[in-house]
């Protein structure tokens, strides 16, 4: 997650930020980070797939610890990647006794990842 500075540092310069999180099961904000955050972004990860989540920051100063940002609303923990979508049924360019070239166009949908190699499966069917 990422977040910009106040827009006002109460006449002290801002010593670093702390975030803190509701998560879906609680109905109360706790503190992810007890040691200010220098940046204003932070990675997280081990988050509960499928469990609701909502965050907001608050900043630090000589003066003290500011009220909270907004929050970011709240979102669900997903893998950011999932299958990529249907193939459309590939195409026969050429073909000979002993072997055959087909071709198909990448998916539309690569389900948020690098597609990294295609399985081509073979049916064999009985003569007719």
């Known amino acids: 997650m990422s977040w910009e500075p106040p827009l006002f540092d109460g006449g002290s ?64 923990a997903r893998d950011p990647v999932d299958t990529p979508g249907m193939l459309v049924r590939p195409t026969l360019k050429d073909s000979s006794k002993g072997s055959m070239t ?7 949908n690569d389900g948020g990842g690098d597609i990294t190699h295609y399985v081509v499966e073979v049916c064999h069917t009985p003569n007719r």
Request: no cysteine; glycine share 8%.
């Open 13 to 76: 310069e801002i010593k670093g930020y702390y975030i803190e999180r509701l998560p879906g099961y609680s109905s109360r904000f706790v503190k992810v980070n007890h040691d200010p955050i220098n940046n204003t972004q932070q990675a997280y990860n081990y988050l509960m797939e499928g469990t609701e989540y909502e965050y907001r920051v608050r900043a630090e100063n000589d003066a003290g610890i500011s009220k909270p940002s907004e929050t970011t609303g709240v979102f669900v």
């Open 102 to 108: 087909i071709e198909w166009e990448a998916p539309e």
